[in-house]
């Protein structure tokens, strides 16, 4: 039973368990965090796993037992296929451009940071006008505009700098960053806000130097484990779905996350 009432009028809970004190205000991603470790909380005491005695999530950190009782959780009730050469092969031939090696993109930002107690539909709206002032600038006027909107609106110390990152590697970024800036030949302000764990981006890419192509042989370990991984992110949220369809929800939308949000 899910019942979708903001945390504003009262306390996001899991059976009964809140999620945080009466005067703390948390965005829907914290909320929605908090909310699957929960779940998976109560099923490793559930399990045997963990003492009925462990604390909750209410400060927003689990004990290190509840973050072991969880591992040992996950290994039992998962199952994660070994992807076969086959599909190896296919999902290298279909996505050539994430194995490349050399990749580096000069970029620029402007980041809305969410932090703690902000108004996130307000920052977001913020963001997207800055997007779109930006993006609405004639070509002579961009580079002057993006610079003055880091300086004034960027929560991050690079702002100083007209929101300058310098020469990045896909290595270098938060790989939901890396995602939106690599294996695309975009150059110039990007038509889209870049979401990351940092808060929302207006990104800016000046230059390119592209990679080059790997031969599956070459990658096909890196392959492999991309493939593991999203079987995993893919047998996670059916498994906290079926926790959350059993479960009292309030004060928070499961249905909202794109990919399980867990501490």
Same mark, same amino acid.
């Given at each position: 039973?899910?019942?979708?009432?903001?945390?504003?009028?009262?306390?996001?809970?899991?059976?009964?368990?809140?999620?945080?004190?009466?005067?703390?205000?948390?965005?829907?991603?914290?909320?929605?965090?908090?909310?699957?470790?929960?779940?998976?909380?109560?099923?490793? @005491?559930?399990?045997?796993?963990?003492?009925?005695?462990?604390?909750?999530?209410?400060?927003?950190?689990?004990?290190?037992?509840?973050?072991?009782?969880?591992?040992?959780?996950?290994?039992?009730?998962?199952?994660?296929?070994? #992807?076969?050469?086959?599909?190896?092969?296919?999902?290298?031939?279909?996505?050539?451009?994430?194995?490349?090696?050399?990749?580096?993109?000069?970029?620029?930002?402007?980041?809305?940071?969410?932090?703690?107690?902000?108004?996130?539909?307000?920052?977001?709206?913020?963001?997207?006008?800055?997007?779109?002032?930006?993006?609405?600038?004639?070509?002579?006027?961009?580079?002057?505009?993006?610079?003055?909107?880091?300086?004034?609106?960027?929560?991050? #110390?690079?702002?100083?700098?007209?929101?300058?990152?310098?020469? %990045?590697?896909?290595?270098?970024?938060?790989?939901?960053?890396?995602?939106?800036?690599?294996?695309?030949?975009?150059?110039?302000?990007?038509?889209?806000?870049?979401?990351?764990?940092?808060? %929302?981006?207006?990104?800016?890419? %000046?230059?390119?130097? #592209?990679?080059?192509?790997?031969?599956?042989?070459?990658?096909?370990?890196?392959?492999?484990?991309?493939?593991?991984?999203?079987?995993?992110?893919?047998?996670?949220?059916?498994?906290?779905?079926?926790?959350?369809?059993?479960?009292? @929800?309030?004060?928070?939308? %499961?249905?909202?996350?794109?990919?399980?949000?867990?501490?």
């Amino acid at each position: 039973m899910l019942d979708q009432t903001s945390n504003s009028s009262r306390l996001a809970s899991v059976n009964g368990v809140a999620l945080h004190g009466p005067d703390l205000i948390l965005s829907e991603e914290e909320l929605r965090q908090r909310a699957c470790s929960e779940l998976l909380r109560q099923a490793a @005491i559930d399990a045997a796993l963990l003492d009925g005695s462990d604390a909750g999530i209410e400060d927003g950190v689990l004990s290190e037992a509840a973050s072991q009782a969880i591992e040992t959780l996950l290994e039992r009730s998962l199952r994660v296929p070994e #992807p076969s050469e086959e599909v190896c092969r296919r999902h290298h031939a279909a996505h050539r451009s994430r194995y490349q090696t050399g990749e580096r993109v000069r970029a620029r930002h402007v980041l809305f940071a969410v932090t703690q107690g902000v108004d996130v539909t307000l920052l977001r709206q913020r963001a997207e006008a800055t997007l779109l002032d930006l993006r609405c600038q004639d070509a002579s006027a961009v580079d002057g505009a993006f610079a003055r909107a880091a300086a004034e609106l960027s929560n991050c #110390p690079s702002g100083a700098s007209g929101g300058e990152l310098g020469w %990045l590697t896909p290595d270098a970024c938060a790989p939901e960053f890396a995602r939106e800036l690599f294996g695309h030949a975009e150059v110039g302000v990007l038509p889209r806000l870049v979401h990351s764990r940092f808060g %929302l981006h207006v990104v800016e890419v %000046l230059e390119r130097v #592209p990679g080059v192509a790997q031969p599956f042989e070459a990658v096909h370990g890196a392959v492999a484990m991309a493939l593991r991984q999203q079987a995993y992110i893919t047998a996670l949220r059916q498994y906290l779905s079926l926790l959350a369809g059993q479960a009292r @929800i309030e004060g928070v939308d %499961l249905d909202a996350a794109d990919t399980p949000l867990v501490q």
